[in-house]
């Protein structure tokens, strides 16, 4: 895995030799930000050594270099499940490689299902904790003192510093924000209502099939990290709505505008 890792991030290096140190994996809900990027390259996922390739709808497969304000930075459009077929080395893969290139701050998005009664629809959360339910562990395997120690301390797995900023920027600009746990589990079906309320039981505030394996990573990489997600469809009891592909995408896209400014605004901060 490692003579992978420094083989990719030595031909990245070739490609776009001003190394940023922030990046942000575009999700659901964050699509709109590469608007707002000065884009400098880009290369397709599958230009790349050792990379996967998405094959998920609305995820178009692409790393792009440039600025974002007046900050270098670099974004990853459109993620790899483990729903896809992936094991987890190479979901988390990307990040990996991020640490080798230097990267000291990574940004998440995606989007989830609301099990909170608070939330609705349309709901930006900004991540504070989360509950891994992904039946495989990202870590699981030998480890390389390089990447990371044996036993990576999660106390603070999300930036309680880069949480404290995004809640003023949100105040700031009178964005609606909520706060609290994520779930991550395999996907790809969306939840039954008695597990959309056996994962609030236990601590959850949404569910989702991604982000929870890209953060570990980071963390155990020693990056910093803020993730947001997009409430996009509710399994809240006696309110459980049918989901679909679809409906999240489009309630994604109209909370778009939100999410794009808090991230662009806090990358703007460092």
Known sequence: MLEKIKETATFLKKEYPVMPETAI??????????????????????????????????????LIFGKLGTKEILAMQGRFHYYEGYDMKQVTFPVRVMKQLGIKHLFVSNAAGGMNPAFAVGDLMIIR?????????????????????RFPDMSEAYSKRLIDKALKIAADNNIKVQQGVYVGTQGPTFETPAEYKYFHTIGGDAVGMSTVPEVIVARHGGIEVFAISVITDLGVEGIVEKASHEEVQKAAAAAQPKMTLIMKK?????
């Open 25 to 62: 994996i575009l999700g659901t809900g964050l699509g709109e930000l590469v608007n707002h990027i000065d884009i400098e390259k880009e290369i397709p996922y599958q230009h790349i050594p050792n990379f996967p390739v998405s094959t998920v709808e609305g995820h178009s497969g692409k």
């Open 129 to 149: 904790d989360h509950i891994n339910l992904f039946p495989e562990h990202p870590l699981r395997g030998k480890n390389f003192e390089e990447l990371g120690v």
């Open 266 to 270: 806090l990358v703007e901060q460092f």
